[in-house]
């Protein structure tokens, strides 16, 4: 899933959103803070 999610952000940072690229990798960010938090 991460390799096809930087594809993913590498093309929309190439294209006229580099936002949603940004937006996308902060919310793929949250998602791993709240998968690697001790439960």
Same mark, same amino acid.
């Given at each position: 899933?991460? #390799?096809?999610?930087?594809?993913?952000? #590498?093309?929309?940072? #190439?294209?006229?959103e580099?936002?949603?690229?940004?937006?996308?990798?902060?919310?793929?960010?949250?998602?791993?803070?709240?998968?690697?938090?001790?439960?």
């Amino acid at each position: 899933i991460a #390799a096809s999610l930087g594809r993913i952000e #590498a093309a929309l940072a #190439a294209g006229p959103e580099p936002e949603l690229a940004e937006r996308l990798k902060a919310a793929r960010d949250h998602h791993l803070s709240l998968a690697n938090a001790p439960r």
